[in-house]
């Protein structure tokens, strides 16, 4: 019964949300007030209904609820807990309802939160969502139901994807669509922006938060399946330019430049046109990877395999969507006005390089990820682009990128002074060097260039460090002002500085990762040793060992370094009982200067086993990196004072209209 109390909340919600589109989008038009109210309660009465459909998918995967068709395919009564709720969203059906309830969620958050809001734009904006809910909702419904049963009820599910039972994985996916879903919220006040005729801004101020929450939750979401990917799949890498992964970059690269371009927008009322292009074109990347995942046209250890006409229905979607939008642009952007003038030596032209190639790189990343299906679709060929691109023309934007930006909080607004900003730079800039000099020194092997992109990254780190300094004037000032204006500095002006002191610890971990990565492989027979990177592995045999759902070969390796012992490490594989599938579990032993992975393969004639160990020096500083920004996010969206100037601003009704109008 309660499935199909799930089943019927889902056809509710979207009932509700064909009268959220329709009743406060008239409203606004007629400048009804009632009819505009309505927005708000229909948003969350959404929001709680799709709520009640996945906890109720939720409780018949909890529970084995076998006569679920989504569950039987999806589920096994043996699984721990945490993986029969993380069956929910490891497959297409459960996965879309998970997406709708995200994009609910949002709505319903500006429903309740967003009373700082006029009230027309308010409407338009729910409706927007509205719309966005509701085609997705009818797309599950006549597609892709979760809710159908089984006649007659198995007496057992045919289990999960085995390298989907990880804790990484049972969080990553909700945190990535809450990310590539919530900049629906960017893509919706656009529209409405560019419907209602009030573009200035106080529109940026209203965008940024949420644009803020989906950038942190995605960086969140791809830092936890880098992670994943790491330590599960066996290999030993961190990133693959898998067709996936890039679809969920694509997004952060442009919601990058959207939050750099509104602040922008809100400090100077620049590059409104851009900015609100940027918002629509972020979106827009985050449904082609939704079509990309679920069309069936990538094989790919994250895409859902699932038949072409589903895709099929998605592509219609985007079509609607995001050709709706772009028409809607064209038509409106040239009655825009431009907005507030600068010189290019300044911080609005600082920021304008930084979406130059923030977006250059976005779309480096969309042709390399479109071109092979695009050229198999016109020719039949096959191909595969992977690294070597990437390397060739992504990198190369970054380089630019990270030499750049240290410059940009140190120039003033709409004029800026460069050589007295790269004077206050001297000291950052010889400290990098310094740093690429001692690690060449040591670093006796190449590649040549790794010690450079080392001290590109402290670069960026000592520029994040010196904009702190300059603003609390440190060592210009007796250290008690200096200490009272860090206290007082905004938390946005932290975040700035932890957002692009991250990106410079991410680079250094790349860099040293990618360089001087080390690697042994052996047959080892139980008392067989290897060395590697100066540690001396010692393999003490096998056993036997069972999991919940899994049988399990462990290998015993200790771990010695300058004489003494350092560890025990584990590695195993292990076969799962439904499906029956094999999997690889690596052991990792952290150090300060990089991790130890090691990794058990195949038995050999003669009762060896082959082990595969590699050294990755400073890899952790790739993770470490990530959350130092997504922790600038947090900072920044904590700012209270940019909410209320935001509830200002609406109230004192400044926002102009369009030139046309």
Excluded at 123 to 146: D, E, H, K, W, Y
Excluded at 273 to 297: H, K, N, Y
Excluded at 443 to 459: E, Q
Aim: hydrophobic residues 55%; glycine residues 10%; aromatic residues 12%.
């Amino acid at each position: 019964m309660i499935i199909e109390l799930g089943h019927f909340a889902l056809i509710l919600a979207t009932l509700v949300g064909f009268i959220q589109m329709i009743l406060p989008s008239y409203g606004a038009h007629m400048s009804e007030r009632r009819l505009m109210a309505v927005a708000s309660p229909t948003a969350i009465a959404q929001f709680c209904l799709i709520a009640v459909a996945f906890g109720s998918l939720t409780t018949a995967y909890v529970t084995s609820d076998f006569s679920v068709e989504n569950v039987w395919a999806n589920s096994h009564s043996a699984k721990p807990l945490i993986y029969k709720i993380a069956g929910v969203w490891g497959n297409h059906e459960g996965s879309m309802l998970l997406w709708v309830l995200i994009l609910a969620l949002f709505g319903a958050a500006v429903g309740v939160f967003g009373k700082n809001l006029p009230a027309s734009f308010q409407a338009r904006v729910l409706a927007v969502q509205a719309a966005l809910g509701t085609s997705f909702m009818l797309f599950i419904l006549f597609s892709s139901n979760p809710f159908l049963r089984l006649a007659p009820a198995a007496a057992e599910g045919q289990g999960l994807n085995p390298i989907l039972q990880d804790p990484a994985l049972a969080f990553h996916p909700p945190f990535l669509y809450t990310g590539y879903v919530g900049f629906s919220m960017a893509f919706s006040f656009a529209i409405a922006a560019l419907w209602e005729g009030r573009i200035d801004a106080a529109w940026a101020r209203w965008v940024r938060p949420w644009t803020l929450l989906a950038w942190i939750a995605l960086t969140i979401g791809i830092a936890m399946g880098s992670w994943w990917a790491y330590y599960t799949l066996g290999w030993g890498g961190w990133w693959f330019w898998d067709p996936v992964e890039n679809a969920s970059f694509m997004p952060w690269l442009a919601g990058t430049a959207l939050l750099h371009s509104a602040v922008v927008m809100e400090k100077r009322e620049a590059l409104k046109i851009w900015t609100v292009l940027l918002a629509i074109l972020t979106f827009s990347l985050s449904l082609i990877g939704t079509f990309l995942v679920r069309s069936g046209i990538l094989t790919s250890v994250h895409a859902f395999a699932v038949d072409p006409r589903r895709g099929s229905i998605i592509l219609g979607i985007l079509a609607v969507f995001i050709g709706g939008a772009l028409a809607l642009f064209a038509w409106r952007a040239p009655q825009l006005k431009a907005g507030g003038l600068f010189q290019p030596i300044s911080r609005e032209g600082a920021l304008i390089v930084n979406n130059v190639l923030l977006t250059t790189a976005a779309a480096t990343v969309l042709i390399g990820t479109l071109y092979p299906l695009g050229l198999e679709a016109v020719t039949g060929s096959k191909i595969s682009v992977g690294a070597p691109y990437f390397d060739r023309t992504f990198v190369p934007l970054m380089i630019p990128l990270l030499l750049a930006l240290p410059f940009g909080g140190l120039l003033a607004w709409k004029r800026g002074d460069l050589p007295a900003a790269a004077q206050r730079l001297i000291a950052a800039f010889f400290a990098a060097i310094i740093m690429g000099a001692i690690v060449a020194a040591f670093v006796r092997r190449g590649p040549w260039l790794a010690p450079a992109a080392i001290a590109l990254g402290v670069w960026v780190i000592l520029g994040a460090v010196t904009d702190w300094g300059v603003r609390c004037k440190l060592f210009a000032v007796p250290i008690a002002e200096s200490w009272r204006r860090a206290i007082n500095l905004p938390r946005s002006a932290y975040a700035m500085v932890c957002a692009h002191a991250g990106v410079g610890v991410m680079v250094v971990g790349i860099a040293a990762t990618s360089a001087w990565r080390s690697e042994a492989v052996q047959v080892l027979a139980p008392g067989g040793d290897l060395s590697i990177a100066g540690y001396r592995l010692t393999f003490n045999g096998v056993y036997p060992q069972r999991g919940p759902n899994y049988q399990e070969t462990v290998g015993q390796i200790v771990v010695e370094a300058s004489g003494r012992s350092n560890a025990n490490l584990a590695p195993s594989k292990r076969i799962y009982d439904m499906p029956r599938q094999a999997t690889t579990q690596a052991a990792i032993l952290n150090a300060p200067s990089g991790d130890l992975y090691v990794v058990l393969g195949d038995m050999v004639d003669g009762g060896g086993f082959v082990v595969r160990a590699y050294f990755h020096p400073l890899v952790r500083l790739i993770w470490l990196g990530a959350l130092i920004m997504a922790f600038g996010g947090l900072l920044s969206i904590s700012d209270r004072r940019l909410r209320l100037a935001a509830g200002r601003r609406s109230q004192a009704s400044i926002a102009a209209p369009l030139a046309a109008e």
